[in-house]
């Protein structure tokens, strides 16, 4: 059986906009007040899944959030009609008002872990929502994109969904931000890379000064128990709170994966080469593992966060070879296009570049890895899977007229606050709701 990796990359919401909402993430915070272009913003999200697709990738589209999130806001003590709920917390509570305006569920990477059924126990594909809790906006999102998956991922021989973890820092889950995982062959056993930010019962363990480390040691032990998988085949490693504290805020700003290539800087990992060992013996056939290193002197991790060189895809193309999708800020940074220049040459099996306009989603600190979600499956599984989310030319042209339906193109603060644009949200995810099929996922359907 054939077995290959998809991405479900996350289509960017209505409310698309930059409220600097997230300490830790340095372009959130930059960019704060600027006025955003969700119109945009949706369309090279969807020219980026356009391009994997015609690569000959299997490409999926996850859908956004409702927003403003007025039923946290009711929770919160607001009242009366939608309007004057909105109306009220814009007014009194802006900060609360902005965090639940926020379209980050944009950024699948964080919307759940993922384990491929050939690594776990009972054989089925298990789903995690993350819980998010480190970000007020961010914990908004679990429940609904639980729905979201259960409808995408809609067949108990084939998946298992388990509910995100509990809301409490302790169990802080960024999902697959953080997670990575090496295999021979997408259809081969793999080793699972759990990256966490510090340990949450031991305050002698090192963690960062300055900003949060989101994801703990125990949230990945629980989502590695949950998804049944092997001691044998997981390693955790902690990510270096120097680099946390530098705005390295998930593990995929610093380093990324895929197959038998680890792509990370030499700043990454706490204890690197002792763990690294340990991800060499756990792989098997370590001499098919290609442990790709950038030291400092090639790319600073200052660079690395200003152009996001590990938060771009390193995907299998249907000829084998390996190609890295980047942000054009890398492509745009001599030293960094240089670096991405010559890894192309230098016998890994990372042969091309190619590089996507995403700006407006690096406005808030996500790229192109931050915009999708991986699920490696089997042709069976494949056929499994709601067809209606996988993106053919139809889709892709049905999404292009919904965008520039629906969409604003241009945001500021204060059109956060016209009662209007919850109406606006809420005509396009019902619609976007029949056009991929997924039922009633959002509160104002249910
Ligand atoms: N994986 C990339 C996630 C980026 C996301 N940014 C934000 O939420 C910024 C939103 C704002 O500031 O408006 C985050 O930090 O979790």
Same mark, same amino acid.
């Given at each position: 059986m054939k077995y290959f990796e998809a991405n479900f990359d996350g289509l960017v919401g209505p409310t698309h906009n930059y409220a600097g909402l997230s300490v830790g993430n340095v372009a959130s915070l930059n960019n704060a007040k600027?006025?955003?272009?969700?119109?945009?913003?949706? &369309? =090279?999200g969807l020219q980026?899944?356009?391009?994997?697709?015609?690569?000959?990738?299997?490409?999926?589209?996850l859908a956004p959030q409702e927003r403003p999130d007025v039923y946290t806001l009711r929770r919160l003590g607001f009242t009366g009609s939608d309007a004057d709920v909105i109306a009220k917390a814009a007014k009194q509570a802006p900060s609360v008002f902005r965090a639940v305006c926020s379209a980050s569920s944009m950024w699948t990477a964080n919307a759940a872990t993922i384990s491929p059924s050939k690594d776990t126990l009972d054989g089925k594909i298990h789903f995690t929502p993350a819980n998010l809790t480190n970000?007020?906006?961010?914990?908004?999102?679990?429940?609904?994109?639980?729905?979201? &998956? =259960?409808?995408m991922f809609n067949d108990e021989q084939h998946f298992a969904h388990h509910k995100h973890l509990p809301d409490n820092d302790h169990f802080g889950d960024e999902g697959a931000a953080n997670h990575t995982r090496l295999c021979s062959d997408y259809g081969a056993k793999g080793v699972e890379l759990f990256v966490f930010g510090r340990y949450a019962f031991d305050y002698n363990k090192p963690a960062p000064r300055n900003f949060p480390a989101r994801h703990t040691f125990e949230a990945c032990e629980a989502v590695s128990r949950l998804h049944g998988l092997s001691d044998d085949k997981v390693v955790y490693i902690q990510q270096s709170p120097e680099v946390i504290d530098q705005g390295v805020f998930h593990n995929d700003v610093i380093a990324v994966g895929n197959q038998n290539v680890l792509f990370y800087h030499q700043q990454a990992f706490v204890d690197s080469a002792l763990k690294l060992d340990e991800v060499r013996r756990k792989f098997g056939d370590a001499s098919e593992l290609h442990l790709i290193e950038v030291f400092d002197h090639e790319v600073t991790v200052q660079q690395a966060i200003q152009t996001y060189l590990f938060n771009t895809q390193v995907i299998t193309l249907p000829s084998g070879e390996m190609a890295i999708l980047a942000p054009t800020e890398c492509r745009d940074h001599p030293q960094v296009s240089a670096y991405l220049d010559q890894l192309t040459g230098r016998g890994t099996p990372i042969r091309q570049v190619h590089y996507y306009d995403v700006k407006q989603s690096m406005r808030n600190g996500g790229g192109p890895a931050c915009l999708r979600l991986r699920v490696a499956m089997s042709e069976q599984e494949h056929k499994a899977v709601n067809q209606n989310v996988l993106l053919n030319d139809a889709l892709f042209n049905r999404l292009n007229l919904w965008v520039n339906t629906h969409y604003r193109d241009q945001i500021s603060e204060a059109d956060l606050a016209d009662p209007q644009l919850l109406n606006e949200s809420r005509t396009a995810l019902d619609e976007l709701t029949q056009i991929l099929k997924l039922g009633a996922v959002y509160q104002f359907q249910r």
């Open positions: 600027n006025s955003s272009n969700p119109k945009q913003a949706a &369309l =090279q980026k899944m356009k391009a994997l697709s015609d690569l000959g990738m299997v490409q999926g589209v970000k007020f906006h961010r914990s908004l999102e679990p429940e609904t994109t639980g729905r979201i &998956l =259960q409808a």
